[in-house]
């Protein structure tokens, strides 16, 4: 269900102070081989996608957006939903953070029709330059919010698989 509907994870509300976060997992085709916007973080051991956390009034859609802007110049005009996660849901659980943070992720193709052709830097005090990886070589300790790598490289591909064979079929 999209955030934008269920605001909170059953057993999860408001009384829990929950933090909400939002991520955007950039996709680019090249040669109908898929490559990730990634960043290696600088104040935390791995890497990154854009995100963070959302501000009060603003929707986790809008949250991954405004993210996706400050770190990297780059403008976006639709993401779609993948998925809403606590890191203390069961079977995510991979951290013992003291925050509470929710975690949305979107997801969107990248074709450089934007008013920036290649991400930059915006930030470069919280991470390095921003860099596409293709998928057979991302990084394996990639944290969305608090969330684990397994989940973002098993649950998220396999839900995008299906929109890069419809908008990007292989030349076979």
């Known amino acids: 269900m999209s955030p934008e509907k269920q605001d909170f994870l059953p057993g999860f509300g408001p009384e ?8 955007l997992l ?3 085709i090249d040669n109908n081989i898929p490559y990730f ?3 290696k973080r600088l104040n935390r051991r791995g890497y990154t996608l854009p995100g963070g956390c959302v501000k009060p009034g603003e929707t986790p859609r809008d949250g991954a957006t ?11 005009f639709w993401t779609e939903y993948l998925i ?6 069961e079977g995510i659980l991979i951290c013992d953070n003291k925050k509470n943070y929710l975690t949305h992720l979107f997801f969107t193709f ?3 029709a934007t008013d920036e052709k290649e991400p930059i830097n915006v930030e470069p005090e919280k991470h390095s330059n921003w860099q596409w990886v293709p998928l057979s ?18 649950f998220v591909l396999s839900q995008i698989e299906e929109c890069l064979t419809l908008f990007y079929p292989s030349s076979e």
Do not use: Y
């Open 37 to 39: 916007l990634v960043a």
């Open 137 to 154: 070589e991302l990084p394996d300790k990639i944290m969305v919010g608090d969330l684990h790598p397994v989940l973002l490289q098993e």
């Open 26 to 28: 950039l996709i680019k």
């Open 16 to 23: 829990n102070s929950i933090i909400h976060a939002a991520a």
């Open 110 to 112: 990248f074709d450089g």
């Open 66 to 76: 405004r993210e996706l802007l400050e770190e990297t110049g780059i403008h976006l």
């Open 84 to 89: 809403s996660a606590h890191p203390r849901q």
